[in-house]
Structures are given as structure tokens and as C-alpha cells.
């Protein structure tokens, strides 16, 4: 519910405004609590435009207030995207670095053409994506992002995404406040009309630039602001309060999806935090679409339509469990192996051995075999090795000095200790439950062109340690996405 609408015209819009701002912040910040010596970053979304030139305005009054206490306490930084796509965008990144050195803030300008060449933003919804991708690469841990999103912008998405056929979350449009990644989305004007944001811009003189593209009706944005919203405001004049109302309620039913997903969640996921297939076959149809919408969008994917939705579940309840499933959803692939699913990050795949070898190799040429704590070789930001010093136990040491760590098994069989005769590399990575998708991946350590080692399964039966000789035990931990980890350790692997 959105309760500071209509503003009590006897009072000061300025002192209104400032103490939303300022309450909102605070109760923010509550929830992300660090020691009072440590500083934090409030960033804003700074366009230029009106919307943004009064939020940050209104941040700067609100941080210089609440430092006072507290001096250097909270940093107020301005973040301004250059997407390329307006003829006058190298004039607005001027008017945004001027206004912030006016006011002492930090004005940082990312351009998407730096970041992603090869992008072409043909669409808001393109432009939207890329903007969010550069907020989650700037925005740090902990730190604060406020978006300047306000309650006609409320009515809009609302009336946007009926049109467009969108379900409960859809409908319940723009979030006041929201974790992104570890950091905090925040829109402290959601319940301000533009009417009101408007009105205090002109009684502060302020200025702020036009985007010329806001005024063309081919937008279907903005034709819900210029045509349709006027005109329904003159049957209904308040329809935003209203409509506001009804997305408060929108948003409680939703949270209670969600945590009837979770709930499902906790019935249907494995130890290591993945979906039990079978487990996932036994809910109605109705809780599989609504465990499905959850699960990607905790994962930050946008959540597909429903027929989508529907053909994922059907998918999953059709596949057969000797057989592997695969669907790619944006930058994420949502696999099953036997009766798991896993929802990986497809960057996960793209493995670079060379800067594994050259950071093995600095490794060999350590002290560390002196050492008896366990070592952490971080391969790149997917694979995690732990390597543990253990007499008679793992792999002898003096098989590492002049080896090499490779992505992948370069042959079909293996003599694995501890077992009675080779096997087939494929019979020990079943028997390891070691999913088919993962095996191209895994980490293999190669000795004068032989394979010595499955690093996180076992070391050849030939290269292990004797009772009195110094042995390494390895595990392995991926990062398949933000959320979870595969681990697997050498038998004789302890901590």
C-alpha cells in the first residue's frame, strides 16, 4: 500500500518528500546493518532527467543530514549510462558530470558500447537489460541503489503488463525496495505522483534534460502515459491512488506464491540444493508453474511467459530418466541428469586452460608442499581445488612437480586406486554420481602425457603414496551458479 499519496498541500512538499526519502533510506539500511566505521555507497540511477535530478537531489540533503552524526559515513555516488542510442548523449553524460560536481558528487558514466561491443540496443527492453547488467557490475555488496521509479510509473507498468497477458508477479508491478545480488534496489518515490515530483522540481529551480524519444507515441509506454492514462483519469481523477491500492495487494498474494515455493522447495530439492525430479513430478501442475516462475527468478532471470513455463513442466515430467534434458533460459541452462535437475550459469562452461595451467604451475614453484594446512587454488571463478598435505594418502608428491592440470579425460579407462582392475572412465564418474554435463569439465592432472589423476575422485593406482611417503588428496569444488556448489573429494581426502 502506498500511503503518501495526496500530499497535505498545507504542509511543505519539500519536508514531505525529504522525510519519505529519508525514512526509506533508513529502514534500508536497517536491513543491511555494517559497524559504523564502515563506509557505504548510496548510489542513484541518474539519467538527467526530471525524475532523477529530484531524487538525487533530494539524496544529497537526506545523506548530508544523516552524516552529521556520523561524519563520511554514507557516500552518495551518481551512476549515468551512455547507451548509444540518442543523438544527444554525449550531451546528457556533460549535464550529468556538471550537476554532480556542483553538488560534490561522484558522477561515474558507464558506456554499454565498452562493455558489450557487439550489442545492438534496438528496443527499451534491450535498453532496460543492458542497463541492469551494468548496474549489477558496478553496484558492490552491501551498497545501495536508488531508481527514481514513481507512482504514475506504478500505474503504467500495471496497465503495461495487462496488456501483455502477465500473470501475479507481472501485475504487481515495480517493487519499492528489492535485493539485487548482495546488493539493495531501493525507490523511495513510488507512492509520489510525477504531478507532485514536478511541481518540487520547479519550486527548487532545478534543471534537467528532455529525451525527446519520451514524447513519441510509438513507445508503448508511452502511449499508455500520453493517450490512454489522460483520458481514463478524466472518467476515474484517481485512478493512480487507486491503482496503487490494488498493487499492494497484488504484491502480499505474490509473496505468499513465493512462499508456498519455497515450501515446495525444501519437499523437492536435494542435500546439495537441486530439484529431486520424481519429487517435482508429485506436485500439481499448478505448484510445478509456480516453483518454476520462483526458481528463475531468484536466480535474477526474467521469468518467461506462461506457455513457456508450461513447456518447461511438461519437459520435465515427459523426459526419461536415462536421458538428459537440456533448455537454455537467457544466460542460464536449466539441465537434468537422471533424477536431478540443476540450473546452471552458462558461463560456467567456458573454461580456459591455459590460465589454469599458469596459475598450477606458480603453485608447484611455492613453498606450499612444506606446508600443512590445506591449500586453495582458485582455477577461475567456477572450480575451486582444495589440496590436502596427508602421509600415505593421495597421490605422491613428486608426481605434481612436472605436471600439468587439463579441462577433460584425455583417455577412455582408468586404474583407479583402491580398485581391483581398470575401468571405463564413464563407470567411474556414474559410480562418483558425477552428472554427464559436468565430465567435459573436470579436471584431470596429466604427468608426461599420462593421466595420474581424476582431481576430486582418485589419483592411478601406480602414482599412490606409500604408508611413509607424502601424499596431496584433492577436492573439488564448482560454482554452478550464485547459489550452488558440486563438490567431490579424493577417498583419501580429510580435513
Not at 77 to 85: C, D, E, M, V
Amino acid at each position: 500500500m502506498f500511503e503518501h499519496e495526496p500530499l497535505n498541500r498545507s504542509l511543505s512538499l519539500e519536508k514531505k518528500l525529504l522525510g519519505i526519502v529519508s525514512t526509506e533510506l533508513t529502514q534500508t539500511l536497517l536491513q543491511k546493518p555494517l559497524s559504523l566505521s564502515q563506509q557505504q555507497s548510496i548510489w542513484v540511477g541518474f539519467s538527467g532527467g526530471m525524475d532523477s535530478t529530484v531524487l538525487l537531489f533530494l539524496l544529497h540533503r537526506v545523506i548530508e543530514k544523516m552524516n552529521q552524526s556520523n561524519p563520511h559515513r554514507l557516500v552518495l555516488k551518481a551512476l549515468h549510462i551512455h547507451h548509444g542510442i540518442s543523438e544527444y548523449a554525449d550531451n546528457w553524460v556533460d549535464f550529468c558530470q556538471s550537476m554532480c560536481q556542483n553538488l560534490q558528487i561522484d558522477c561515474q558514466v558507464r558506456y554499454t558500447r565498452d562493455l558489450y561491443p557487439n550489442l545492438v540496443i534496438q528496443s527499451e527492453e534491450e535498453a532496460r537489460n543492458a542497463r541492469y547488467q551494468i548496474f549489477q557490475q558496478s553496484i558492490a555488496p552491501d551498497n545501495v541503489l536508488c531508481l527514481a521509479h514513481h507512482q504514475t510509473d506504478q500505474a503504467e507498468t500495471l496497465l503495461f503488463r495487462l496488456f501483455r497477458g502477465g500473470g501475479l508477479h507481472g501485475i504487481s508491478a515495480i517493487p519499492k525496495r528489492r535485493d539485487f545480488h548482495q546488493a539493495v534496489i531501493l525507490r523511495p518515490l513510488l507512492g509520489i505522483s510525477r504531478e507532485n515530483l514536478q511541481l518540487y522540481a520547479h519550486q527548487q529551480n532545478l534543471k534537467w534534460i528532455e529525451d525527446p524519444s519520451n514524447h513519441s507515441i510509438l513507445y508503448a509506454r508511452n502511449y499508455i502515459r500520453h493517450e490512454l492514462l489522460p483520458k481514463i483519469e478524466k472518467r476515474w481523477p484517481k485512478l493512480q491512488q487507486k491503482l496503487s491500492d490494488s498493487i499492494g495487494l497484488f504484491q502480499q498474494q505474490a509473496k505468499l506464491l513465493d512462499e508456498l515455493a519455497e515450501i515446495d522447495y525444501q519437499a523437492i530439492s536435494t542435500h546439495e540444493g537441486f530439484v529431486t525430479l520424481e519429487k517435482f513430478r508429485g506436485l500439481s501442475v499448478q505448484r510445478q508453474h509456480n516453483f518454476l516462475a520462483w526458481w528463475l527468478r531468484i536466480h535474477g532471470l526474467q521469468v518467461p511467459s506462461q506457455k513457456r513455463i508450461q513447456s518447461f513442466a511438461d519437459s520435465l515430467n515427459q523426459c526419461s530418466l536415462d536421458r538428459q534434458f537440456e533448455q537454455k533460459i537467457e544466460n542460464y541452462k536449466m539441465l537434468q541428469w537422471k533424477n536431478t535437475v540443476f540450473l546452471i550459469a552458462e558461463d560456467f562452461f567456458k573454461q580456459d586452460a591455459a590460465i589454469f595451467t599458469d596459475v598450477f604451475w606458480q603453485w608447484l614453484e611455492s613453498d606450499y608442499l612444506k606446508e600443512e594446512n590445506p591449500f586453495v587454488l582458485d582455477l577461475n571463478s567456477h572450480c575451486q581445488i582444495i589440496v590436502k598435505r596427508q602421509l600415505g594418502k593421495g597421490i605422491n608428491s613428486q608426481y605434481l612437480k612436472q605436471s600439468k592440470i587439463q579441462w577433460g579425460v584425455p583417455q577412455n579407462s582408468f586404474y583407479l586406486a583402491g580398485h581391483q582392475h581398470s575401468k571405463k572412465i564413464k563407470h567411474i564418474f556414474q559410480e562418483h554420481q558425477i552428472p554427464s554435463w559436468l565430465r567435459a569439465n573436470w579436471p584431470a592432472l596429466i604427468y608426461q602425457g599420462e593421466l595420474v589423476a581424476l582431481m576430486g575422485v582418485g589419483c592411478h593406482q601406480s602414482k599412490e603414496a606409500d604408508q611413509n611417503e607424502l601424499g596431496l588428496a584433492f577436492k573439488i569444488v564448482f560454482n554452478l551458479n550464485q547459489f550452488r556448489k558440486f563438490e567431490r573429494s579424493d577417498q583419501g581426502f580429510e580435513l
